[in-house]
């Protein structure tokens, strides 16, 4: 949070989170913001970290009994030092109390997101509008404006202020923007205005409805999203060998040069993959397995599945009531259906709030064909794969254990040759995805387990619960919790006119 002060106008930014304001008193800071000072050294706040933004009753108390008994001396003596006195405290009124009251009437405001929806990390700019019907010198405003995420469990808030002195406009427009947005539906509500006078003695609050929504969709921080899409996910199968190495840091554990000399030396590429037993030895890639690169399988449209479910957990646990480990795993997911989409595979998403999302085979596949055409043509997204990151968006955690009865019933038939993709953090729960992986079999499908994990190096308990999972016949990957995503919101101040 800082303070700054220019000629006409002062701006008060808030961008601490977790924390509601305290009090009712508009302006009021969190007990935890510490106290910022302007250029001129002028304090704005009290120890407690509280605005002044208040009526001064003491002050006012004093100013009448001063009124009042230069008054009394007006009546009995009549000087003009008395006379004076009592022009000057009657004066007071009409400055501190009257000019602010002429300037709430007729007082409106409305805000414009200019984009409403943005990925995780992403940047929304936002445009308040104040109109009031009459130009009132000598008062000021400050405008107190936030949004809530309603998608995270701590329902964190996001808080700007903004003083501006307006003089003679009936008009004022305050820009902000919001930097580094987390995944969630963001909620606005009311705005409070405060008007006061330049002497500091009255403040007149109003709350404003003035309801916004802003939805930041899951994604990954973008050097990561590059990195993923040129491998494909198939760094951590080839290095399945090893699988203390088979992590993938974002943090430049392995460089780009690494990762370009992997992918030349195992011949993976977008169209092939790691051999799987059950594989067409007329799509190995016996070229690669002459020069001793291993086997890889050659990947064809033909060859797609014909239906991929995606399946998020949003158990708590599973991430340790960690939010924005929970935002990792959906940004891998977010990019699993986006490219499973691209490719023209129908895809399913199953969460443990709601079940599947439905729709009739040919709408399905007509829409699979326009969206291929549409990709093609201008690289967007078809209307169910944004249908699918807008609920992604709006998933919290939850309390419900991801088991594989309850995914039966949200699973129902399966089309034999489609793709499950389980994504977590839970590697501990080996037995609900060894059944799962069995059902899937049963009904001639593959599972693929991701699991998302802040560990640096992969531990001795995860590496064999790696391998149990790898013998029940299901592909785990250990995807990487992007360091960026630690970045934390904030508010900057785009400047008043």
């Known amino acids: 949070m800082k303070a700054q002060r220019n000629d006409s106008d002062l701006a008060v930014t808030d961008t601490s989170q977790g924390h509601k ?13 510490s106290q910022p000072q302007l250029d001129d050294q002028i304090p704005l706040f009290e120890k407690t970290g509280k605005l002044y933004y208040r009526t001064r009753w003491v002050a006012w108390l ?106 003679f406009q009936k008009e004022v427009q305050i820009n902000y923007s919001m930097l580094a947005v987390r995944r969630g539906e963001h909620q606005f509500d009311q705005v409070t205005v405060t008007v006061g006078d ?31 899409g040129r491998l494909h996910g198939a760094i951590a199968e080839q290095l399945s060998g090893d699988s203390s190495s088979a992590y993938i840091s974002d943090s430049g554990e ?45 990947q064809h449209m033909l060859e797609q599945p014909a239906e991929v479910i995606v399946i998020a957990d949003t158990f708590g646990a599973a991430y340790s009531q960690d939010g924005r480990l929970f935002d990792a795993c959906l940004g891998w997911t977010a990019r699993a259906i986006e490219r ?52 992604l968006a709006k998933l919290t955690l939850t309390s ?14 399966l089309k034999p040759g489609g793709m499950i993709h389980v994504f977590t953090a839970d590697w501990k729960n080996s037995q609900s995805w060894t ?28 590496r064999e619960q790696q391998r149990q999972l790898e013998q029940a016949g299901m592909v785990l990957n250990w995807l990487a919790y992007p360091e960026q995503m630690n970045q934390q919101p904030q508010v900057v101040e785009g400047g008043g006119k």
């Not at 230069?70 to 000019?99: D, F, H, Q, R, W």
């Not at 709350?207 to 994604?219: D, S, Y």
């Not at 802040?454 to 995860?462: F, G």
């Open 198 to 228: 330049w002497l500091g003695l009255t403040a007149i609050h109003r709350k404003l409805a003035c309801p916004g929504v802003l939805l930041a969709f899951p994604a990954l921080p973008e050097e990561i999203g590059k990195r993923a």
């Open 400 to 413: 419900t254990v991801v088991t594989a009865e309850n995914l039966r019933s949200e699973l129902g038939g």
């Open 62 to 167: 004093i100013i009448a009994i001063g009124w009042s008994v230069s008054l009394a001396a007006v009546l009995t003596k009549g000087g003009a030092v008395e006379m004076y006195l009592l022009i000057v405290l009657s004066l007071l009124p009409i400055i501190s109390i009257a000019l602010p009251l002429l300037s709430i009437i007729g007082l409106s405001i409305s805000r414009t997101i200019q984009v409403q929806q943005v990925k995780d990390g992403g940047k929304a700019d936002v445009q308040l509008t104040i109109k009031r019907s009459a130009a009132m010198p000598f008062a000021w405003l400050a405008v107190h404006d936030g949004m809530v995420n309603t998608s995270s469990k701590e329902k964190t808030r996001l808080d700007y202020r903004y003083i501006v002195m307006p003089l």
């Open 254 to 298: 392995i460089s780009e040069s690494v990762v370009d000399k992997l992918i030349q030396q195992s011949g993976i590429g977008p169209d092939s993959r790691p051999y799987r037993e059950g594989d067409s030895l007329r799509h190995i890639n016996w070229r690669a397995a002459a020069k001793g690169r291993g086997m890889f399988t050659k």
């Open 340 to 391: 499973a989409a691209s490719e023209g595979s129908e895809v399913r998403l199953i969460t443990a709030t709601a079940g599947a999302a439905k729709q009739p085979k040919k709408d399905t596949e007509a829409k699979a064909k326009s969206s291929r055409k549409e990709n093609a043509r201008r690289g967007s997204l078809s209307q169910q794969t944004k249908a699918h990151l807008e609920r």
């Open 21 to 33: 304001t305290q009090g009712s008193q508009a302006g009021a800071f969190s007990k935890n913001v």
């Open 435 to 462: 059944q799962l992986a069995a059902y899937a079999a049963e009904q001639g499908c593959r599972l693929e387990l991701h699991l998302v994990t802040k560990q640096l190096v992969l531990t001795y308990a995860m």
